[in-house]
């Protein structure tokens, strides 16, 4: 089970930080995700990493700007967001793949989601 939260308004330029926090004992086994959905768009990748924390994939849109990280004690991941774009206005999903160890962007590889939060970015 997967808890996404830290979801709000932000001005444009702000910062917001997410957090997935995950029951069960595969978490560190999993590779974790993020994805977004904008009202009348389709669900769009974000950001992923692996099992270890070691390795990151980023969409286009948002490199440089979000960064996704794990707390594999604390069955956590989080994705920081920084320099927010009113197109980053979304409801926020974490996944996680308890079958892909690496990252990975396609939405088929993950297994579990969570509810999501809603990020509204104001201009």
């Known amino acids: 089970q997967l808890q996404a939260s830290g979801g709000g308004l932000v001005q444009a330029g702000g910062s917001l930080r997410l957090s997935c926090a995950a029951s069960g004992r595969t978490f560190s086994s999993s590779a974790m995700g993020w994805f977004r959905q904008a009202p009348g768009k389709k669900r769009e990748f974000v950001a992923s990493i692996s099992r270890s924390g070691g390795s990151t994939y980023y969409a286009d849109s948002v490199k440089g700007r979000f960064t996704i990280s794990r707390d594999n004690v604390k069955n956590t991941v989080y994705l920081q967001m920084n320099s927010l774009k009113p197109e980053d206005t979304a409801v926020y999903y974490c996944?996680?793949?308890?079958?892909?160890?690496?990252?990975?962007?396609?939405?088929?590889?993950?297994?579990?989601w969570g509810q999501g939060t809603e990020v509204t970015v104001s201009s």
């Open positions: 996944a996680a793949s308890s079958r892909i160890s690496y990252y990975t962007p396609r939405p088929s590889d993950y297994d579990y």
